[in-house]
């Protein structure tokens, strides 16, 4: 595998299938796992560890994550709400926790009734799970409604940057920013992650993008040009809330990686490869919709990817 000068995580088979109203059955989501790990895919967000009665899509996942991690080379991430999904996450061998703050008060009081205060409790009831259990386990923090809220509206970016600082100090070893809802736009991405990155220095984590408004590959962009290094994606643009018509939620895989290949930088994912990984995702979800500009377009004419003029 080549080297690569960023890591793209994908989101798909948790945020995408949790956000779609039919289950993908077990073996269709390992055999798409299976196809996004051969496209060079570095690190999966695999599965959420809540109880299925909330969310019986990922009912399967620790079956999910005992597969995925047979894989060389992959690291293998799930979404753990609280403590008991994190004793449940690791009990499976996942390489990587990632715990949802909210930094809208409003978001975080309806979606887990809990203040943002009591979560980052939970991240640090977590981050003490894990030092028992497993210390080699990394533990991200996603921040999510960092540039906006659907409830609230406007989220003070001071109270985003307070949020975050105080994730890393209950022990998250990084915390990232969501645009939970697609409100962001390139200046206010640059912004906010200018100040993270003041913040936290190398504990600045991942930028997840969504493309509600058609501007989750600028956010990218803008994101990249200020440092940032890891990026969370969707195969088809699988999941997060897409409400605009034609518009998916999360940014698509396949367009992000394309933009970023064909600047020059490389992400160790093959293009075409990538591409055919769509094929497992289309079949395990029958009907379902599945967006992306650059497989629908085709790749432009004599683009080999692989020649970087630039490094
Ligand atoms: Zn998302």
Not at 191 to 214: K, Q, S, V, Y
Request: glycine share 10%; proline share 5%.
């Amino acid at each position: 595998m080549k080297a690569a000068d960023i890591l793209i995580s994908e989101v798909g088979p948790r945020d995408g299938l949790q956000s779609v109203a039919a289950t993908m059955p077990t073996a269709d989501k390992l055999r798409w796992i299976d196809a996004l790990h051969a496209a060079g895919v570095r690190e999966i967000e695999v599965a959420s560890f809540v109880p299925a009665r909330l969310l019986p899509q990922m009912a399967d996942a620790a079956e999910v994550v005992r597969h995925a991690i047979t894989l060389p080379g992959l690291t293998v991430m799930a979404l753990v709400p609280n403590r008991r999904g994190a004793q449940a996450a690791l009990e499976a061998g996942v390489h990587k926790l990632t715990m949802p703050v909210s930094a809208s008060a409003a978001h975080s009081l309806a979606n887990v009734r809990k203040t943002r205060e009591e979560m980052v409790d939970e991240v640090r009831a977590i981050a003490e799970l894990r030092r028992e259990l497993a210390p080699h386990i990394r533990l991200e923090a996603g921040i999510s409604t960092a540039f906006g809220c659907t409830m609230q509206g406007d989220v003070p970016e001071d109270e985003v940057i307070w949020l975050a600082a105080l994730c890393v100090e209950a022990g998250a070893d990084e915390a990232g920013l969501s645009d939970t809802v697609g409100y962001a736009n390139p200046a206010q991405v640059r912004r906010l992650f200018r100040r993270l990155r003041a913040e936290l220095g190398d504990r600045a984590g991942a930028a997840h993008m969504h493309n509600t408004r058609g501007l989750g590959l600028a956010n990218c962009l803008a994101a990249y040009e200020e440092g940032v290094r890891t990026f969370d994606a969707s195969l088809g643009g699988l999941g997060g809330c897409p409400y605009a018509p034609g518009a998916s939620g999360n940014v698509v895989t396949e367009d992000l990686v394309f933009m970023l290949e064909a600047m020059g930088v490389r992400t160790g994912i093959d293009l075409q490869r990538l591409m055919a990984a769509r094929a497992p995702l289309i079949a395990g979800l029958p009907g379902e919709a599945v967006y992306g500009m650059t497989p629908e377009a085709g790749l432009p004419k004599g683009f080999v990817q692989g020649h970087y003029a630039h490094v």
